[in-house]
């Protein structure tokens, strides 16, 4: 049965791209960027992408696959770069990439109460949300966002119906399957009448991703360490710019005395810090070299999966796995060089505290592999949000030597890197690390279960949020009693100055007609 779905499934891609082909493709590049064209012509992940978004209808799917590379085009998305930005939008911290959700997907902000509507400004606030998506889209290739709408402190003067279609827009048309979630947090009552008008807006399926949270409950979905305080969370992240904030792999732990965890910091100078030189090698684990370091590999699972980059192929291809098992808690990487230059690699993670990575920090021979052990330090526990970053670049032989990695790190550009990134994946029987506040929540029911009352700590949950709610809704009548009263009160002091002013009318009147 899969090897049916699966041919039929290429049947509807060929079919995609020969109709696109006949139909659409004509003078494309009037239309479209020709490197659009031949992604979607070789990229089956990519036609599957806008097929399954589309439910497999053909017609919907052309259409889609039409007014996306149009505005792909349009906002010349593959060359855009940081610079193609105006500067005070990055300063303004209305949207930025940070943090994880539970299932690990990236967070994506918009700070509502920052954003102040102007028609001027309409055109570049697309391109910049523009280029946050297809940052992210480039850099985690099939990985999805989750959207966090905040909207604490906003008002009616925050609101611009245009764009915020136009954020929809994003995820129903132009990037399939980027979007996982939608997090609508702290939406006034105000603007329960926008939101109506923006859920027509959206199909079926995108309203399945609205998730309407509060303080009480955006935990549901997010852990604390990942919000902030005034969400009940504990992130200390503050924005600001430069840089830009998505960027957190760092260096993991190193043990002192090995030169081959030492890390070359980006943005470094010379003569701002000294470093002793980190002499190349050739990576192996040989019966005369390391035997710590063979007896690490041995007990180790080797990678069954392979992706296969420019400079370096590396196993496994998509995920490092770890379990509760002695033997679970270590991985092993391989990179594999497919040049005829040495490449040089190191390997960041976003949970720098929690790994080990030997080596971190090294380079690898031609046609050789290096091996690289990652293992968890001390009693830490992996998390699925945890990220690994290998980063390659070609080094050059001149004259048959090799130059030392420090220095060469510093001047190579951007451009000339390979990076590929791998994501953690726990095992069944292990459990993700969580906050301890959290952990002592969690155990709770378990104690109730045991008495015989197993509802009761979610009856009591559910109470005091329902409680909050009440308390929110209590709080705008009262606000709106307040209001009333106060109307009521003009309009009786109103009624009783033209009362006093027809009475004083009528007496005049009244005593004018006597005197004649």
Not at 73 to 78: A, G, P, R, V
Not at 314 to 330: I, N, T
Request: hydrophobic share 35%.
């Amino acid at each position: 049965m899969a090897d049916a779905g699966s041919t039929e499934l290429e049947k509807k891609i060929a079919e995609i791209r020969q109709r696109f082909s006949a139909e659409y493709a004509q003078d494309s590049c009037d239309k479209y960027d020709i490197r659009d064209v031949d992604r979607l012509l070789n990229d089956d992940a990519l036609v599957d992408g806008y097929l399954d978004w589309r439910h497999y209808v053909l017609e919907d799917t052309l259409k889609m696959i039409d007014e996306s590379l149009k505005w792909r085009k349009e906002f010349k998305l593959n060359d855009i770069n940081e610079s193609c930005i105006q500067n005070t939008l990055f300063e303004s911290g209305v949207h930025y990439l940070h943090g994880y959700d539970k299932e690990g997907n990236k967070l994506f902000w918009f700070r509502v109460k920052l954003h102040v509507k102007d028609p001027r400004m309409l055109q570049e606030r697309k391109r910049y949300v523009a280029f946050w998506l297809e940052r992210y889209a480039k850099r985690e290739p099939g990985m999805s966002l989750t959207v966090v709408f905040d909207m604490s402190e906003s008002g009616l003067g925050n609101v611009d119906m245009e764009f915020v279609k136009y954020i929809i827009n994003c995820f129903q048309v132009y990037y399939p399957r980027l979007l996982s979630k939608m997090l609508m947090y702290a939406m006034p009552w105000i603007m329960n009448a926008a939101w109506k008008v923006i859920k027509t807006w959206l199909d079926p399926d995108a309203i399945d991703k609205l998730k309407f949270v509060s303080k009480s409950d955006i935990q549901t979905y997010v852990d604390v360490e990942h919000l902030p305080s005034y969400m009940g969370g504990t992130d200390p992240f503050k924005y600001s710019y430069p840089p830009l904030p998505d960027d957190d792999f760092q260096p993991s732990i190193s043990d002192p005395g090995h030169e081959d965890d030492m890390e070359v910091k980006d943005g470094e100078q010379d003569g701002e810090m000294a470093e002793p030189a980190v002499i190349p090698k050739k990576v192996s684990f040989s019966e005369d070299g390391d035997m710590d370091a063979v007896s690490r590999v041995r007990t180790a699972r080797r990678p069954t999966t392979t992706w296969r980059g420019s400079l370096l192929h590396v196993s496994p291809a998509e995920e490092l796995c770890f379990g509760s098992q002695e033997s679970e808690k270590k991985c092993l990487i391989i990179l594999n060089n497919v040049t005829k230059n040495p490449v040089a690699f190191k390997v960041r993670t976003t949970a720098p505290n929690k790994y080990r990575v030997k080596p971190s920090n090294s380079n690898c021979e031609p046609g050789t592999n290096a091996e690289i052990m990652v293992s968890l330090h001390g009693a830490s526990v992996p998390s699925p949000q945890d990220r690994f970053l290998i980063m390659a670049a070609e080094m050059e032989q001149n004259s048959g030597t090799v130059p030392d990695q420090a220095s060469f790190w510093k001047g190579i550009q951007r451009n000339k890197m390979m990076e590929h990134r791998l994501q953690c994946h726990i095992l069944e029987g292990l459990q993700p690390a969580r906050n301890p506040v959290r952990n002592s929540q969690k155990e709770q029911p378990k104690i109730q279960e045991t008495n015989g009352h197993p509802d009761m700590h979610t009856t009591l949950m559910h109470m005091l949020a329902s409680s909050t709610r009440l308390e929110q809704k209590l709080e705008r009548c009262l606000w709106s009693q307040k209001v009333l009263t106060a109307m009521v009160t003009a309009l009786t002091a109103m009624l009783t100055a033209l009362t006093g002013l027809g009475f004083s009318a009528f007496y005049m009147l009244y005593t004018g007609d006597n005197a004649q």
